[in-house]
């Protein structure tokens, strides 16, 4: 019999997500990278003290930057330390990832924007979405479309009883 390394189970568990996004963008692709931070601000995401809401994604000498997200920093954390909760965090991404997010975004009109935030293995991991905007039917018809679904879900409920 073979030596058999056991596979190694990657464990996630999610900090935060971004609710909104999914309906106001269609997701193209959805991307997965690292953040640089601070350690304050690793203590502040494992208390889940963190608002990805209005964050968006910059890109800047083909580099990826999150900005706009809110780490407030912990009560029991250093004094000695000049917090800003607001600063820009460097994304870790691939080289091919980067170039697919340079290119769609300038030639073809996409935004990048922040889907959910977690723990991966105890490494803080981001999942980023290629967007573009929904317009308001748009909107609308996603609404329909989900009511519909749950109208649809309550009469085979009743049916089955």
Not at 4 to 32: A, G, L
Not at 96 to 101: N, P, V
Not at 102 to 130: C, D, E, F, M
Request: one cysteine or more; a positive charge; hydrophobic letters at 40%.
């Amino acid at each position: 019999m073979k030596n058999q390394t056991p596979c190694r189970v990657s464990k996630i568990t999610t900090i935060t997500q971004n609710k909104r996004v999914r309906y106001e963008y269609f997701i193209e692709q959805e991307f997965e990278a690292g953040i640089s931070l601070l350690g304050w601000e690793v203590k502040s995401l494992r208390a889940g003290i963190v608002h990805i809401n209005d964050s968006y994604i910059l890109l800047k000498d083909s580099e990826a930057f999150l900005l706009g997200a809110t780490l407030r920093p912990l009560i029991v954390a250093s004094s000695h330390i000049l917090y800003s909760p607001m600063r820009s965090r460097k994304l870790l991404l691939r080289r091919r990832e980067l170039d697919t997010l340079l290119g769609k975004v300038h030639r073809k009109g996409y935004t990048i924007v922040p889907i959910s935030l977690y723990w991966r293995n105890s490494l803080a991991k981001i999942q980023l979405g290629i967007a573009k905007g929904k317009k308001q039917y748009d909107k609308r018809h996603c609404i329909k479309e989900r009511e519909w679904l749950l109208n649809k879900a309550r009469i085979t409920k009743l049916v089955h009883r």
